[in-house]
C-alpha cells in the first residue's frame, strides 16, 4: 500500500509541474489567464489535498480529503478539455487535446473517498 501511495503522491506533484507549464506556455490575454488561473488553482491543489489526505488522523479525514482531490481534478480536467482554454492557447505552444495532461487516473481516487461498508453481523 505504501509504495502505491508514494507513486500516486509522486504522480501528483507530477502533474502539479504539469499545470504550471501549461500555465506558462498560454498567452497573456486576459480571457487566457482568467481560465488559465483556475486551472491553475485546482491542478496544483490535487497534490497538495492528496498529501493531506495521506498525512490525515483518522480514515474519515483521509477520506475527505481525498474526495477533495477528486473534485479538483475533475474540475481540472473539465478546464483542461473545454474548448475555450483549447482556442485561447497559442498555436503550437501548448497542446492540451494532444496528450493527457493528466496522468492521475481518477478511479484510483475514487475507492480511497468511498467509505468501507461496516460488517453487519
Known sequence: MQKEENDLAMRTKSFAVRIIR???ALPKTTEAQVIGKQVLRSGTSVGANY????????????IAK???SLRELE??????LSPGLAELSAPGRC???QRPVCDVDIRELIPKT????????
Open 22 to 24: 501549461l500555465f506558462s
Open 51 to 62: 498529501r493531506e489526505a495521506s498525512r490525515g488522523r483518522s480514515k474519515a479525514e483521509f
Open 66 to 68: 481525498c474526495g477533495d
Open 114 to 121: 468511498r467509505p468501507a461498508k461496516p460488517d453487519i453481523a
Open 75 to 80: 474540475e481540472t480536467d473539465t478546464f483542461r
Open 95 to 97: 497542446h492540451l487535446h
